[in-house]
């Protein structure tokens, strides 16, 4: 069975640094694109971050040179590592396997997500 | 960044009901979208893909059709279980993967 198990979220001062990871059990994080995708409260999604299988990574604008995502293969973990926190960056963050199937072009979704992560960035 | 917008942003209906939720894509994304299903509390959970494609053990009650820049999903006899906010996805280009802002459906 597929699992994700997010950890480390919490109450951090605005500048401080966070590391989520989120466990992974039934399938093979390195093998897979994963993904974090934040909710604002009361707010609609919004794609964070991106490893790839070959280990490229991508990240979304507002986050660009302050979160690393990242992956330890011998613990089929995936991390984000987040820095220079600001207040607009408090969400619950999930973690996400981001399946491709190739049929009639290169299809990608988000299968299977953790339960989520607090982060609260606040004085 | 390709924009996704969403119609209605919320609305009420009843047990029974057939129900469809519009999203627009900023430009044309072929079939490269996707539908989540989000209750509160709780992680979205994928419903289509490839604007059409029903995730193994959605029920068949959810449909999806469109492509380009018009998609729409349906619910053709709306359940106590699918009260909830639903969200479409484009992946036709990226970074970034955007969503869009989310049509909630509570009961009337």
């Known amino acids: 069975e597929v699992q994700l198990v997010e950890s480390g979220g919490g109450l951090v001062q605005p500048g401080g640094s966070l590391r989520l990871s989120c466990a992974a059990s039934?399938?093979?994080?390195?093998?897979?694109?994963m993904s974090w995708v934040r909710q604002a409260p009361g707010k609609g999604l919004e794609w964070v971050s991106v490893?790839?299988?070959?280990?490229?990574?991508y990240y979304a604008d507002s986050v660009k040179g302050r979160f690393t995502i990242s992956r330890d293969n011998s613990k089929n973990t995936l991390y984000l590592q987040m820095n220079s926190l600001r207040a607009e960056d408090t969400a619950v963050y999930y973690c996400?396997?981001?399946?491709?199937?190739?049929?009639?072009?290169?299809?990608?979704?988000?299968?299977?997500w953790g339960q989520g992560t607090l982060v609260t960035v606040s004085s | 960044a390709i924009r996704m917008t969403q119609s209605p942003s919320s609305f009420s209906a009843s047990t029974g009901d057939r129900v469809t939720i519009t999203c627009r894509a900023s430009?044309?994304?072929?079939?490269?979208l996707a539908w989540y299903q989000q209750k509160p509390g709780k992680a979205p959970k994928l419903l289509i893909y490839?604007?059409?494609t029903l995730q193994s053990g959605v029920p068949s009650r959810f449909s999806g059709s469109g492509s380009g820049t018009d998609f729409t999903l349906t619910i053709s006899c709306l359940q106590s279980e699918d009260f909830a906010t639903y969200y479409c996805?484009?992946?036709?280009?990226?970074?970034?993967?955007?969503f869009g802002p989310g049509t909630k459906v509570d009961i009337k």
């Open positions: 996400a396997r981001d399946s491709i199937t190739m049929v009639r072009g290169t299809h990608r979704y988000f299968d299977y």
């Open positions: 039934g399938f093979t994080v390195s093998s897979n694109y």
């Open positions: 490893i790839y299988s070959g280990g490229s990574t």
């Open positions: 430009q044309g994304i072929s079939s490269y």
């Open positions: 490839a604007a059409s």
């Open positions: 996805q484009q992946y036709y280009s990226y970074p970034p993967i955007t």
